[in-house]
């Protein structure tokens, strides 16, 4: 018998491996448009922005088509580069790259839609910043799922063991619909047929179908985020019920009866404040803008229900201002929400011209009539003061000219003409809060919601602020709530004074002052002669219901009470002071120089009325000291220097640091549980995958046995066709012979090119030869087999013998097994497989995972100031850094033992010897450091919260993701010298890739091992993880160089970041400042500003420094600072902020810097309490900046803490940081 291989077609290699890499790196490449669109949106959610666009006419449909635009607009941009690429470096040369290009433009496009529907979940960005991470990964993981399936020939291409429905299903994740596509595109491109328009209904899983399911992605991302934002409940939304599309009403919208006189809506007040409701005439009824009937809002909290509303019913007039007054927590921005739509009420009726905002379809129409300034400034920092205002008009209807006319008129009132153009986030905080209130007027609505408009806003702009609302009021209805009384008193036309819920009292100023006034205040100023006990027995003569309010140096106060002027016997008071003995008044008598009459004030009907509720528990002890006789202040105490340690401080910020983290409500699962299960369920997958069959076992060699590869994969799962290839004549022997073997096997006879009729697998040839020695035919025997079916020969072998043997007989007579033993095998190929990738992959994104975005808590502490307030307070640089990485560090190292636990207990191939343990525990634990200072370092490239959440962990996962892939796939084509060279320059510059490169390196010198040695599951020696051609030593090691420095670079961008001089960073001295611009701002000095400058100057000279010294201080914004050497170019940009300020203030004096808002206030104060740098001059000379903080304490306008904090926490960390 002889041999013959069947021929082969041109070989093409198996891409599976290549196609898992290529797949994974387009998501991850793609999927950062994710992070950056769900937290943006989030943000805007988070902010108000979007509730209150919406509240004032913004469409849904129109909001999610401008983000799908405009984002739509940058991914396009993207998806041409890089298809420009793919034609430039024929990546697909047999394709057609349109094809490719129309697959990544629908790609990209429900990456769009997948954003709006994911943050339809979150409320917090800093929960939403997390999701993208998770989600790649466990793409992943179902992606590498799927990959397990999958064979290919050079034939077929790609074939899938999962069932095609499964697939289809599957592709509803546009990710896989997409990775499935570059498969069948790169596989059918190797095989030479490539992708194009006649192509895509080849193969198992045809192109069309995930590129029709990505389009189909897209359309039900979006239809899902519609349905779910109006389904989810949040804080600033109303959601309604689920099935809310399956109502008639949806789509049959009823007519609203628009007449406010329905007597269904007649106003009904409780018993108890009835009186205290002022009545108004009737021809007021046509005049009610909003009409408010027994409503009640009620919130359930886990211990509680608080009722925010409580059955509050009143009337709202047109060309009147309605102010809602009432302490902190009483109920007011929870009615002005229900007014607005963002809250449904429990009960009741609120009508708006007719609409009741109960019925959620009044809602579209409501939000043509309503303009809204809430808490927050609702405005968007990369706008200029216009392009806010035109956002906002436009969301009215109205035309471009229109829009021009009302924003120049607006911009007017509001006094911001200079900073039309100007971006909103560089406005002062007044500014931007007048800002809020033209965008809550601007197109004209009929209802304007005010929630405390003049917060923050200085006294000149609060008057015109005034005016511009008494201006407005004309044809429309406003709402305003506010703490200021005077504001209160002099602006609204009636005032609601609402207490836990309950509406106390509602009316004018004067029918309030009336009803809860305390009377006149008698105001008396004493001579040194005066004596207040006299005066107070005098006044206890006249009337014994005369108080004694207040006393306060020479100033005398009492309250004469509301009855005594009803009564008429308020002349008789002041006659009794006026009244002569012996040409002396009694006035003069008591030693009463002068003395005045005042009203009562709304502040006294508030505290008031205060005083009436059984809200008294907080405020008990300051009401008895408010009616307490005030005597003169106390004496100054001396100052105490405090001797403090640094071990007290930074324990102190160490607790609030550690219950910052524990008290997050998603900590725990994202930091702690979620890798592990990831993890887990990756190490499960992976112990699956291409798992060798080490048992050396007896296979019986029959049918079945060819249909297998070398590899032990199947083949085929049909049965293979034995083939008799028959160039003879027609003879009777052969043709007994192949008609016996058909009786076993399924049989193709032929006598053609044996490739035309491919693929079989075994095979005979059968001939006559002529012997010329013996002068007769013989007929002779080839086995033709295919190698690729390992058993083809000795099962053709086994087959022609049986056949031969029972030749015209019984096969079930005589049969003749044939076994194949393989011998044992003595070692494992070294190469970079499946599986090797997605053990890398895996256990590495897992540990980046973990330390990924710490420094974005950095960027939020200075953004909100906290490091400001810190430092003052007197906690260095070094302990805040000190109790951050601790917690930080601390908080990583818990799921990253917990993932070392999981990696021994799985027994890990490659991962499992001694040494490959120990540079595992190494790897992980310093990388687990370096990655959080490089976090920490990053930190420093964003100025805000929301910007370095959503961009700062898509920096991170790509410096690690796109090194990784090129060492791996370098490696995988035996480029070793290259593979490691990328390996030793990535891990210098890119620190957060190093454990992907270290732990890929630790797996090589375990299978190179077995390998060179020619064993199998023996562990290399500790000794060989540590050469330095292996790799491993390396990664270590500049892994602990990253470590060591950067803590010296985060000091020094500490410095710049404080100081604002990048030099004093570097140990260099400043470059002196330009004064030039403080020549230009010069004015005229008051006299008594130039003696405040000469007493400031004579006590510098002697040395003689009161509490707090400021000589001739200066800042400068915009100044640059040039590390090596001063620029020629003339700076632009610059602002003076403060020019040339001298005063000192001593021991037991306040000292009040007043000022419109940008005057520089907060500059001047920022700069003596040391959170900013000083240009030019001096605070407090020959004290150190160290000694200065110890002594000052620091109450910023901002609130610089920790949310998830609480009270009793977060008070006892600065009492530690004082207190000895």
């Known amino acids: ?687 699956y995958m291409d798992a060798d069959n080490d048992e050396n076992i007896p296979v019986q060699l029959d049918i079945t046995s060819l249909l297998y590869d070398y590899a032990g994969k199947a083949l085929s799962a049909a049965k293979p066709q034995f083939l008799i290839y028959n160039t003879t004549t027609a003879d009777a022997g052969i043709n007994n012979v192949t008609a016996d073997i058909a009786k076993v096997l399924s049989v193709n006879r032929t006598n053609v090119d044996l490739l035309t009729v491919a693929p079989h697998y075994i095979g005979s040839n059968f001939y006559w030869h002529s012997n010329q020695t013996l002068q007769t035919n013989q007929l002779v025997h080839t086995a033709i087999f295919n190698s690729t079916a390992v058993h083809a020969i000795p099962t053709i072998a086994n087959y022609i013998t049986n056949t031969l043997m029972n030749l015209g007989g019984n096969f079930s007579v005589f049969n003749i097994s044939t076994n194949n033993w393989p011998w044992p095998k003595l070692r494992k190929t070294a190469t970079v497989s499946g599986k090797t990738f997605a053990t890398v992959y895996t256990l590495s994104f897992a540990f980046l995972f973990i330390s990924n975005g710490v420094g974005i808590q950095a960027v939020k502490d200075y953004e909100f100031h906290l490091r400001s307030q810190l430092r003052v307070s007197g906690v260095s640089n070094t302990i805040y850094w000190a109790a951050k990485r601790t917690i930080d560090l601390g908080n990583a190292l818990i799921p990253v033992i917990f993932l070392l636990i999981i990696i021994l207990a799985f027994q890990v191939e490659n991962l499992n010897s001694a040494g490959s343990i120990l540079c595992l525990v190494l790897m992980c634990f310093i990388y687990t450091a370096c990655n959080e200072q490089f976090s920490y370092l990053l930190s420093y490239a964003f100025t805000s919260f929301e910007s370095c959440q959503s961009v700062s962990p898509n920096i991170s996962t790509t410096i690690a993701l796109l090194p990784s892939y090129a060492v791996l796939i370098l490696y995988m084509f035996q480029y070793v010298t290259a593979s490691k060279a990328i390996h030793y320059v990535c891990s210098i510059f890119f620190p957060p890739y190093i454990i992907f490169g270290g732990i890929f390196f630790i797996v090589m010198v375990q299978m190179n091992y077995n390998h060179i040695n020619k064993t199998i599951d023996v562990a290399a020696p500790v000794e060989d993880f540590f050469k330095w051609d292996n790799m491993v030593l390396y990664s270590i090691l500049i892994t602990l160089f990253h470590v060591i420095w950067m803590p010296f670079l985060i000091n020094a961008l500490d410095i710049w970041k404080a100081t604002g001089k990048l030099r004093l960073a570097f140990g260099l001295k400043p470059l002196p400042v330009s004064y030039d611009a403080l020549k230009d701002q010069t004015v005229e000095e008051n006299e008594d500003v130039l003696v405040e400058r000469q007493r400031v100057d004579n006590l510098v000279k002697k040395k003689e420094f009161p509490m707090a010294t400021v000589q001739k201080i200066s800042k400068i914004f915009g100044q640059p600072d040039h590390v090596c050497f001063k620029s020629k170019k003339a700076p632009k940009n610059m602002k003076v902020a403060v020019n040339d300020v001298s005063f000192c203030v001593k021991g037991g004096e306040v000292l009040g810097l007043l000022g419109p808002n940008g005057a520089g206030k907060t500059t001047c104060i920022s700069m003596m309490s040391g959170e900013l740098g000083i240009d030019k001059g001096k605070v407090s000379k020959n004290l150190s900046l160290s000694l200065t903080i110890f002594l000052i304490t620091y109450l910023p306008t901002y609130l610089p803490t920790y949310l998830p904090t609480y009270l009793p926490t977060y008070l006892p960390t600065y009492l530690t940081i004082y207190l000895p």
Not at 318 to 339: S, Y
Not at 415 to 442: C, P, W, Y
Not at 655 to 680: A, D, E, Q, S, T
């Open 1 to 687: 018998m002889m041999t013959q291989r069947m021929p082969k077609v041109v070989f093409h290699q198996n891409p599976t491996t290549i196609l898992s890499i290529t797949s994974i790196y387009f998501i991850v490449a793609f999927l950062s448009f994710i992070n950056s669109l769900c937290t943006h949106l989030v943000v805007e959610k988070e902010k108000k922005i979007r509730p209150t666009m919406q509240a004032m006419g913004l469409q849904e449909t129109a909001f999610w088509l401008s983000w799908a635009i405009v984002q739509y607009f940058f991914t396009t941009c993207v998806v041409v580069i890089s298809t420009i690429i793919i034609v430039a470096i024929n990546v697909l040369p047999n394709s057609n790259v349109f094809l490719f290009f129309l697959a990544l433009m629908f790609f990209t496009l429900t990456l769009i839609t997948l954003s709006f529907l994911l943050s339809t979940f979150f409320k917090k960005s800093q929960t939403a910043m997390t999701l993208p991470a998770f989600y790649v990964f466990m793409v992943t993981l179902i992606y590498l799922a799927i990959g397990l399936t999958r064979t290919y020939s050079a034939s077929t291409g790609l074939v899938y063991t999962t069932p095609k429905w499964a697939m289809v299903l599957l592709c509803l994740v546009s990710p896989i619909a997409f990775a499935l596509y570059v498969d069948n595109t790169i596989s059918m491109d190797l095989s030479g047929v490539g992708m194009n328009f006649s192509t895509m209904q080849d193969g198992y899983f045809p192109n069309y179908i995930p590129m029709l399911m990505l389009l189909l992605d897209a359309v039900l991302y979006y239809f899902l985020s519609v349905y779910l934002e109006k389904v989810i409940s949040g804080d600033f939304k109303r959601s309604i019920h689920p099935c809310f599309c399956l109502f008639p009403s949806y789509w049959r919208k009823s007519k609203i009866k628009s007449g406010i006189d329905n007597p269904n809506f007649d106003i009904e007040f409780n018993a108890d404040i009835k009186d205290n409701v002022e009545k108004v005439p009737q021809e007021f009824d046509s005049k009610v803008g909003i009409r408010i009937m027994r409503l009640l809002k009620s919130f359930k909290t886990t211990k509680e229900t608080i009722t925010a509303v409580d059955n509050i019913s009143l009337n709202m007039y047109e060309d009147e201002i309605t102010c809602l007054l009432g302490h902190n927590g009483a109920g007011k921005t929870t009615l002005i929400n229900i007014l607005t739509g963002f809250l449904k009420p429990d009960s009741g009726h609120a009508m708006i011209y007719g609409y009741d905002v109960a019925n959620a379809g009044n809602l579209e129409q409501l939000k043509t009539m309503i303009g809204l300034c809430p808490q927050e400034n609702i405005i968007h920092d990369q706008l200029t003061c216009k392009e806010n205002l035109r956002a906002f008009a436009a969301l009215k209807g109205f035309s471009a000219e229109e829009i021009e006319d009302e924003i120049d008129s607006l911009l007017k009132d509001l006094n911001l003409t200079e900073k039309a153009d100007v971006f909103s986030k560089n406005l002062s905080g007044g500014q931007k809060r007048k800002l809020s209130v033209g965008m809550a007027f601007i197109g004209k609505p009929k209802v304007v919601f005010l929630d405390e408009p003049t917060a923050g806003v200085d006294p000149l702009s609060r008057r015109n602020m005034w005016e511009l609302l008494k201006k407005y009021k004309k044809n429309h209805c406003i709402l305003l709530t506010t703490h200021f009384m005077d504001e209160a008193d002099i602006l609204s036309d009636r005032k609601a004074i609402i207490s836990k819920g309950k509406l106390q009292c509602y009316g004018s100023s004067l029918f309030l002052k009336y009803n809860y006034g305390i009377g006149y205040h008698l105001n008396l100023l004493t001579n040194s002669d005066g004596d207040v006990g006299r005066i107070q027995q005098h006044m206890d003569n006249l009337n014994a219901s005369i108080k004694l309010k207040r006393t306060h140096g020479s100033e005398v106060a009492f309250v004469i009470p509301q009855k005594q002027i009803d009564q008429n016997r308020f002349p008789d008071i002041l006659r009794s002071l006026e009244e002569k003995e012996n040409d002396v008044t009694k006035a003069e008598n008591l030693g009463i120089k002068s003395y005045g009459v005042s009203m009562t004030t709304l502040e006294d009907v508030f505290f008031q009325i205060g005083q009436e509720e059984t809200v008294k528990e907080s405020t008990d002890e300051l009401n008895d000291d408010e009616n307490a006789p005030m005597t003169n202040a106390a004496p100054v105490p001396e100052v105490t220097y405090l001797n403090n340690t640094s071990y007290q401080k930074y324990t102190a910020l160490f607790k609030v640091f550690f219950f910052n983290h524990i008290r997050h409500p998603m900590f725990v699962i994202f930091g702690i549980v979620l890798p592990n299960i990831l993890v887990l369920a990756s190490l499960l997958i992976n112990k």
